[in-house]
């Protein structure tokens, strides 16, 4: 197994968590227009990021066994809470943190079990 394809997986995971990041951000702000709301750079960006991911995620399945890949798609929370507390200013509790070791737990667990 070549490992360049987990790092793909892993770049894709942290780019979906961006994608995120831009949704909120979009639904944060009010707009004039009646379709603002879904047609502005952020949420168009998002969708498009999304789609990408999705060819990308599914190319590097083909390459890599599937429990390595579902361990990095939960990975994508640990993302979001770091790019929200970084981007978006949100408070990281500790129920966040806590929740976030129960998910790399249970991603190592899966691995290695």
Same mark, same amino acid.
């Given at each position: %197994?070549?490992? &360049?394809?987990?790092? &793909?997986?892993?770049?894709?995971? #942290? #780019?979906?968590?961006? $994608?995120? &990041?831009? /949704?909120?951000? $979009?639904?944060? +702000?009010?707009?004039?227009? /009646?379709?603002?709301?879904?047609l502005? =750079? +952020? @949420?168009?960006?998002?969708?498009a990021?999304?789609?990408?991911?999705?060819?990308?995620?599914? =190319?590097?399945?083909?390459? !890599?066994? %599937?429990?390595?890949? $579902?361990? !990095?798609? $939960?990975m994508c929370?640990?993302?979001? %809470?770091l790019?929200?507390?970084? @981007?978006?200013?949100? *408070? @990281?509790? *500790? +129920?966040k943190?806590?929740?976030?070791i129960?998910?790399?737990?249970?991603?190592? @667990?899966?691995?290695?079990?």
């Amino acid at each position: %197994m070549n490992k &360049i394809y987990l790092l &793909i997986m892993l770049a894709g995971t #942290f #780019f979906a968590a961006v $994608s995120q &990041i831009l /949704l909120k951000q $979009s639904a944060n +702000r009010t707009y004039d227009w /009646l379709f603002g709301d879904y047609l502005n =750079w +952020r @949420v168009i960006t998002s969708y498009a990021m999304y789609f990408g991911i999705l060819f990308l995620n599914t =190319w590097c399945y083909t390459k !890599i066994d %599937m429990k390595y890949g $579902s361990v !990095i798609d $939960s990975m994508c929370y640990v993302f979001v %809470m770091l790019l929200s507390c970084l @981007v978006l200013k949100e *408070r @990281v509790t *500790r +129920r966040k943190i806590l929740g976030n070791i129960l998910i790399i737990c249970g991603a190592l @667990v899966y691995t290695l079990g």
